[in-house]
């Protein structure tokens, strides 16, 4: 973090605000959807990255920062609950050091003298998800996830199957308490349930519809917020406190003693929860859990010391979304070292290419691992790997693991070379200008991305063809009755009704669903050839401006002609061609919507032959229908109309689709075609020019008339 020193506020500022979108992104995903993308480790680089920033910009902490927030805000199905006492996240240290100067920390906040011992507890940071467990009267009332600190989630049914969650407290219980800790699923319940959903998968004829968790974290937090409690009674999950929440008294006065009166009351102990004299003994117990780590039952991801005594726990308070009064001392990330075999490349949905590290079995932390990912190209080329080469690995929380250095390169070895082909289809392997990923441009005939794009192709904005889900796909793909969207349109009943699982009025249904879409608006039919950035927007805005398949095709095989003969100029560099080329491009397009990037990509797509064939293939099995957008009569239908100046009430891309719904053209320059100008503050040329031509001019307000009285 040393180039901190060197940034300016404003380069300060914006890595604040992209540090703050991309934690937000992160926590979503790891609470909300229980699907992390990134590693626990990476995610701690992003949060320390933006403490640090906070810490030497104080005057730019936002107010939407990651530091003031715990975790996410909980969405879906369950009903909320409001906390009673907010409940926090934990600040994280990594090193001994970082440990020390935490308990140096609390001495300065409490002006502790030399002499003065800080005994604190020291027990396992176990991988779970937080409940809270809310006795009135020594009856479980209520039970909650802690979802973004001060409100969660209700899962008051589903926590009667947990084991070690009693239903109620003994007589010894305060009148009022909650109590607080971690639901988890031990390895080995996670490992069996796992198997168990592929075999019932199995057993229902459909192993690719097994749902499998990525780890006990995710299996845990996946049984445990079920809107249907059933399922979460067939769930292993357990329990085991780490603190409380709101009370009407306390049993004692310290963590521990409170601790152990809690598991007096009938809770799981903690069994490696340890009182400590000093941050010595502290950093003695975490290398004793880390030893122990890998014999647990359950995943551990470091250890957590607490103040001990209650009182000064209260004089502390806490920092934003973490207590002064607790540290999370966290477990570096497992490594080991194996042999680097080969380097194979996969072809994700939209085709890119990732390389993927094939190794020599090794065991990280418990787990047998045998291939990492690599990224790409760039990450290759830092790491200098080639294969042959022995590399260390680290596995860090559920992610895929990573190669993290390249040890020892014993003999000379050529450099790995990223394949120029995809290694699925043959087609072209290309990396964009600016772009760090190789892709595949075989589209519609590569295997690894035609079951994508077909189940694009029948999807619910796509073409919309009911009963075709993505199983069936996969297994008309694998017995090659379906390999293109053509394809769709010769499934026959008796083909459907060969196969298992398919009856007559399966059949009947999906071959009438089928036929029911063989003539598709042109926008549809546009957007579900699933070509690189063409959204719906885009879709609609080509077919509002070409009108029909014909029109459009026309346009198209002339932007390629176009761009063939196009070449850089005597001395133009590759990038200045690039961006030259790719704006004349977009004025042969033509429209609102379709920028550089988005006509490379179009004129990319059709230039290629096989997805042309593929796009040919389908015109002869359907009708696309030109459209004809409603447009309304007005004072400008079929006249010509020019934006100029600045626009205040509406963007310039409105007032254009304002005009060409009332069927007007919008054009970008006046001339002697042009019927009228639409005028605002600021404009310059374009008036003169209007004033010169003789062109009636009106102001914005004199427009909104105008499409008022269309409308009207
Ligand atoms: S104490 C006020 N102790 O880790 C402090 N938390 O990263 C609240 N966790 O939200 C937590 N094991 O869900 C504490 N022994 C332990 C823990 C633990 C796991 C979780 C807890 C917390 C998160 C913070």
Redesign the pocket.
Known sequence: MDDIATLSETEAAAELERLAAEIAHHNRLYHDQDAPEISDADYDALVRRNLALEAAFPHLIRADSPSRQ??SIPSGPLAKVRHARP????D?AFSDEEVTDFVDRVRRFLRLGEEEPVVLTA????????CSLRYEGRKLVQAAT?GDGQVGEDVTPNVAFVSDIPQTLPDSAPDLFEI???VYMAKADFAALNARLLAEAREAGDESKARQFANPRNAAAGSLRQKDANVTATRPLRF?V??WGEYSELPAETQTGVMDAIESWGFAP?TH?RKCADAAEALDQYRAIERLRSDLPFD?DGV?Y?VDRLDWQERLG?VAR??R??I?HKFPPQQAETTLERIDIQVGRTGKLTPVARLTPVTVGGVVVTNATLHNADEIERLGVRPGDRIRLQRAGDVIPQIVANLTRDEPRAPWVFPQVCPECGSAAERELGEVDYRCTGGLICPAQRVERLRHFVSRHALDIEGLGITSIESFFHDKLLETPADIFRLSKDQLLKRERWAELSATNLINAIDAKRTPPLDRFLFALGIRHVGEVTARDLARRYGSMDAFLAMINSAIEQREAMVPAVGEPDGKFATRQAKELVAIIDTQQVGPEVAQALIDFFAEPHNRDAVDDLLAQVEVQPVVFETRASKVSGKTVVFTGKLETMSRDEAKAQAERLGAKAAGSVSAKTDLVVAGPGAGSKLKQAAALDIPVIDEAGWAAIVAEANA
């Open positions: 715990v975790g409940m926090l996240s934990l994280n027990e396992p940071k176990i991988d779970g998800l937080s802690r607080r800790g971690e085991i780490h603190g903690s929860r551990i957590v607490k806490q973490a207590p009064w607790a999370a």
